[in-house]
């Protein structure tokens, strides 16, 4: 039997990966992309986001994390509700748009307010409406803990399959998959 290894909370020698190193290497990993919107004194807000995911079955909570230097987030923590909108492959654009820090995000696209007060997408896969329930502070980002208030299914989404971020492209199926735009995942686009 081998000799359990010696662990190290600090083995001194190894340095953490710098910024870009560290984008690299979490690019390795497919994620599905979101826009999580809410709504500011009447006003609409939301911006992309690829961190999500459910956290508990009972009580139903899911979570997001969001660049707490972001223009968008800060104004929905203060609503206190959201609405995850999941994105089909066949809307880049959306992302994009939300993933911009250039223009209204909103400008000239349908929407409809939900009934739990935050903007619902047109033709999204799923939409998730929750309440904030708790928000921790980690490094240069929020971890955002959502209660889930309800799940909504649009219809004629059979078939559909979702928006995926791999290696920077969106997408896994075509090795020449157009690459995000260079800027799309700082700060100022993810919240």
Same mark, same amino acid.
């Given at each position: ?5 010696? %662990?190290?909370? &600090? ?16 690019? !390795? ?32 909570? @899911? ?12 104004? %929905? ?45 047109? &033709? ?6 929750? @309440? ?12 955002? %803990? ?11 989404? !059979? ?12 997408? %896994?199926? !075509? ?12 700060? &100022?686009?993810?919240?």
């Amino acid at each position: 039997m081998p000799a359990e290894p010696a %662990i190290t909370t &600090d083995p001194g020698h190894a340095a953490p990966p710098a910024p870009v190193e560290f984008r690299r290497a979490m690019a !390795e990993f497919a994620t599905g992309v979101t826009v999580v919107t809410g709504l500011d004194g009447g006003e609409p807000v939301g911006f992309a986001c690829q961190s999500f995911a459910s956290v508990s079955l009972e009580p139903p909570l @899911v979570l997001f994390c969001a660049d707490h230097r972001g223009r968008s987030w800060p104004r %929905i923590r203060a609503s206190g509700r959201f609405c995850v909108n999941i994105l089909a492959e066949d809307q880049r654009e959306l992302c994009e748009r939300f993933g911009s820090s250039k223009g209204r995000k909103f400008q000239g696209l349908e929407w409809e307010p939900s009934p739990w007060g935050a903007p619902a997408l047109p &033709d999204v896969l799923l939409r998730v409406h929750a @309440v904030v329930q708790d928000v921790h502070v980690a490094g240069d980002h929020d971890v955002v %803990i959502g209660r889930v208030l309800s799940c909504e299914r649009p219809p004629g989404n !059979e078939g559909r399959r979702p928006l995926l971020f791999f290696r920077s492209r969106f997408g %896994i199926d !075509e090795p020449d998959a157009p690459i995000a735009p260079d800027p799309w995942a700082r700060g &100022d686009r993810w919240g």
